[in-house]
Each structure stands twice: as structure tokens, then as C-alpha cells.
């Protein structure tokens, strides 16, 4: 690309246009179809409703580089948080630039950005995902690794045909739950979880911190009643209907176990598995199996139009990826999870 240095402009996202949604959208699904040119993309309507619909609690800043009669977004970067007791020291990035503008400084200077940002807002570690895999795999981690950060975790991408299902399988776990489970029983609800369950499941929710962290730098996240209700209405006005199906320890009441799908009224076809976790105490009884099972019941038996559901796993949260696969889901890429504090990023890039 010739003529002037390209400019890195704010991009109000909370206020954007539908016409500027939809070239960042067209951004996205062309950095998607140029790694997998294979796999399905979200249709437009299911990012406009991701990025509109957000909890409160989530602060972000985007920048963006446009051609010349701004019809056309060439890369953009991001840097976002949640206000919330944790992870304060924290920022969450993104940077994504079309094959034209790349090995110009773009990227460098996104980064630059992002890192202001995040030292303005006092916070001191930039977080940024990138895939591992193919060109744009070997390029993003070059460019990472040159400039400061670290890869702390390498997760997998994986989807689940439902036409590929085995349902003898899924009937297996959930008989062998009746014997190894005994003294437990599954709780289902959509959307809204009942106000009589919900301290209940939010005290669950903290099972999340038992999933595997490597060498990241993460703390614990504090989950509170007030934060999930937020949750739910963000996701309720993005239009995801989310399912829970939760194991309940009958003789205490605790919720011992849960696994959540999010089926997506913008994009049919695909679904997305949320969490799933078990609290250590409750393990080895087929827990796990069970939740998913009885969730992959009802999902094949009420949403025909469903053809895949995706799931992110740590590479080495073994027990997780071991009842995944079982099941059927196939790898589809993997992603690192890089770190690095802002003053190594300065300090690399000679900022």
C-alpha cells in the first residue's frame, strides 16, 4: 500500500453506526476466512448484537484505520476491562490488520496505543489473544514474542457437528449417573436463573477458578449475585438464550456442578458452550459426563436448526478436553494467550 502513513483514529464504539459496525464486521470475517476459509463466520446481525449489548460493568476503547471514504476498516485494535474487584491491573486487547496494511507499523503502533491506554487507566498488564497456527499464526506470535510478551497459556477452538453425536453414548453417562451419582439431581432453567437458586449458583460459579491457568497472570474472579443478573441481561438483549443444566448435592443443597449453552437467535446453526465446571469435593462420580450428556439431550431433541457448537479449552485442562472429545468435539485452531507488563512492551519497542 502507498501514499501517506496510514491514521490511527478513535472508534466510539458504544455509539457507532450501524454502517460502521458493519465494516468491522467485514474486517473480522476476512482475517476468519483468511486463516479458515472452511469454517462457518457469524452473520452480521449476531456481531452488531454482541458488541451493542454488553454489561454495564465492561469499559472499552477501540481505534480504527479506514481507507480514504471511510467505507472500509484495514485494522482496528481494542483495549477492555471490567470494573470489578479483580484482575485490576488488567487490559484485554485486541489488534487485527488486512493482509495490504501489514509490515507497515500499523500493528506496532496499535500496540503503542493500546499500551497507553492501559497505563493511563492505571492498569500495567496487556492481555492479547492470537491464533497459533498457519501464517497469520507464525506472524501474530513473531510479532508478540519481538515486542515484550509472553505466550502464558495455549488454548484449543473446538466445534461439535450434532449430526456427528453418538446418542447410545450420551444415554451411557446418563444411566451410569444413577449409580455413581446417587445423592444428586439435575436442575435445568433458561435465560434468568430462579431468585431461590441464585445465590446458590453464583457461589457455583467460583468452580470456574479451578480451570487450569498456567503461567498466566489471572486472579481468582470474584463472582457476585449483582454481576450475574448484568450477565444475563446482556446476554438476554444480544438475544442468546442461555441454558443451565446444575447438579445438586440434595443432602446439603449445594450446587455441586453446571454447564451453560448460549443457542444464538442471530446465528441458528451455532451455539456456544459456556462454562462447565465441578467442584473438586463432588468429582470422580460422573458428574461432569452427566451434565453434559442430559445438556446434549435436550439441545439435539429442541433446536433442529442446529448444526454446531463451539467450545474454548486450556491445552492442558486434560479432564475437560478428555470428556470433550469423547463427545465429539474436533479441534478447529489453536490460540495463545499473551502477556506482557507495559513496561516490558515500552522497553522491547523502544517506547
Same mark, same amino acid.
Given at each position: 500500500?502507498?501514499?501517506?502513513?496510514?491514521?490511527? &483514529?478513535?472508534?466510539?464504539?458504544?455509539?457507532?453506526?450501524?454502517?460502521?459496525?458493519?465494516?468491522?464486521?467485514?474486517?473480522?470475517?476476512?482475517?476468519?476466512?483468511?486463516?479458515?476459509?472452511?469454517?462457518?463466520?457469524?452473520?452480521? #446481525?449476531? %456481531?452488531?448484537?454482541?458488541?451493542?449489548?454488553?454489561?454495564?460493568?465492561?469499559?472499552?476503547?477501540?481505534?480504527?484505520?479506514?481507507? %480514504?471514504?471511510?467505507?472500509?476498516?484495514?485494522?482496528?485494535?481494542?483495549? =477492555?476491562?471490567? &470494573?470489578?474487584?479483580?484482575?485490576?491491573?488488567?487490559?484485554?486487547?485486541?489488534?487485527?490488520?488486512?493482509?495490504?496494511?501489514?509490515?507497515?507499523?500499523?500493528?506496532? #503502533?496499535?500496540?503503542?496505543?493500546?499500551?497507553?491506554?492501559?497505563?493511563?487507566?492505571?492498569?500495567?498488564?496487556?492481555?492479547?489473544?492470537?491464533?497459533?497456527?498457519?501464517?497469520?499464526?507464525?506472524?501474530?506470535?513473531?510479532?508478540?514474542? #519481538?515486542?515484550?510478551? &509472553?505466550?502464558?497459556?495455549?488454548?484449543?477452538?473446538?466445534?461439535?457437528?450434532?449430526?456427528?453425536?453418538?446418542?447410545?453414548?450420551?444415554? %451411557?453417562?446418563?444411566?451410569?449417573?444413577?449409580?455413581? =451419582?446417587?445423592?444428586?439431581?439435575?436442575?435445568?432453567?433458561?435465560?434468568?436463573?430462579?431468585?431461590?437458586?441464585?445465590?446458590?449458583?453464583?457461589?457455583?460459579?467460583?468452580?470456574?477458578?479451578?480451570?487450569?491457568?498456567?503461567?498466566?497472570?489471572?486472579?481468582?474472579?470474584?463472582?457476585?449475585?449483582?454481576?450475574?443478573?448484568?450477565?444475563?441481561?446482556?446476554?438476554?438483549?444480544?438475544?442468546?438464550?442461555?441454558?443451565?443444566?446444575?447438579?445438586?448435592?440434595?443432602?446439603?443443597?449445594?450446587?455441586?456442578?453446571?454447564?451453560?449453552?448460549?443457542? $444464538?437467535?442471530?446465528?441458528?446453526?451455532?451455539?456456544?458452550?459456556?462454562?462447565?465446571?465441578?467442584?473438586?469435593?463432588?468429582?470422580?462420580?460422573?458428574?461432569?459426563?452427566?451434565? /453434559?450428556?442430559?445438556?446434549?439431550?435436550?439441545? /439435539?431433541?429442541?433446536?433442529?436448526? $442446529?448444526?454446531?457448537?463451539?467450545?474454548?479449552?486450556?491445552?492442558?485442562?486434560?479432564?475437560?478436553?478428555?470428556?470433550?472429545?469423547?463427545?465429539?468435539?474436533?479441534?478447529?485452531?489453536?490460540?495463545?494467550?499473551?502477556?506482557?507488563?507495559?513496561?516490558?512492551?515500552?522497553?522491547?519497542?523502544?517506547?
Amino acid at each position: 500500500m502507498s501514499g501517506p502513513q496510514p491514521t490511527i &483514529e478513535p472508534f466510539d464504539i458504544d455509539h457507532a453506526s450501524d454502517a460502521e459496525l458493519a465494516a468491522l464486521h467485514d474486517l473480522e470475517v476476512s482475517l476468519e476466512l483468511e486463516a479458515l476459509p472452511d469454517v462457518p463466520v457469524p452473520p452480521l #446481525a449476531h %456481531t452488531v448484537a454482541s458488541i451493542r449489548h454488553v454489561p454495564p460493568e465492561r469499559v472499552r476503547q477501540y481505534w480504527a484505520v479506514w481507507d %480514504t471514504d471511510r467505507s472500509r476498516m484495514l485494522a482496528r485494535a481494542h483495549a =477492555a476491562w471490567d &470494573e470489578r474487584e479483580d484482575n485490576r491491573h488488567l487490559a484485554f486487547g485486541y489488534i487485527g490488520v488486512r493482509p495490504d496494511l501489514r509490515r507497515q507499523g500499523v500493528g506496532s #503502533a496499535l500496540l503503542a496505543t493500546i499500551v497507553d491506554h492501559t497505563e493511563a487507566a492505571g492498569r500495567s498488564t496487556v492481555w492479547l489473544d492470537a491464533r497459533s497456527e498457519g501464517a497469520q499464526g507464525e506472524a501474530a506470535e513473531g510479532f508478540l514474542a #519481538a515486542r515484550g510478551l &509472553e505466550r502464558k497459556q495455549l488454548g484449543r477452538r473446538s466445534h461439535l457437528r450434532l449430526d456427528h453425536v453418538d446418542d447410545a453414548l450420551l444415554q %451411557t453417562w446418563v444411566d451410569r449417573a444413577a449409580q455413581r =451419582a446417587e445423592g444428586y439431581s439435575l436442575l435445568q432453567w433458561d435465560q434468568r436463573c430462579p431468585d431461590d437458586l441464585v445465590e446458590a449458583f453464583v457461589a457455583a460459579k467460583h468452580v470456574m477458578n479451578s480451570a487450569p491457568k498456567d503461567d498466566l497472570d489471572f486472579e481468582d474472579e470474584v463472582f457476585t449475585v449483582d454481576l450475574w443478573r448484568d450477565r444475563e441481561a446482556a446476554l438476554i438483549a444480544r438475544g442468546q438464550n442461555l441454558w443451565t443444566v446444575a447438579a445438586r448435592h440434595d443432602e446439603s443443597g449445594d450446587i455441586a456442578g453446571y454447564t451453560e449453552i448460549a443457542h $444464538l437467535s442471530t446465528w441458528p446453526a451455532m451455539a456456544y458452550q459456556e462454562d462447565t465446571g465441578v467442584w473438586h469435593v463432588h468429582r470422580n462420580k460422573g458428574l461432569g459426563r452427566w451434565l /453434559k450428556a442430559a445438556m446434549l439431550q435436550r439441545v /439435539k431433541a429442541e433446536t433442529p436448526d $442446529l448444526e454446531r457448537i463451539e467450545t474454548w479449552n486450556a491445552g492442558s485442562n486434560e479432564a475437560m478436553l478428555g470428556i470433550n472429545i469423547a463427545l465429539g468435539f474436533e479441534v478447529v485452531d489453536w490460540w495463545g494467550e499473551w502477556q506482557g507488563k507495559t513496561e516490558q512492551i515500552r522497553k522491547a519497542t523502544g517506547g
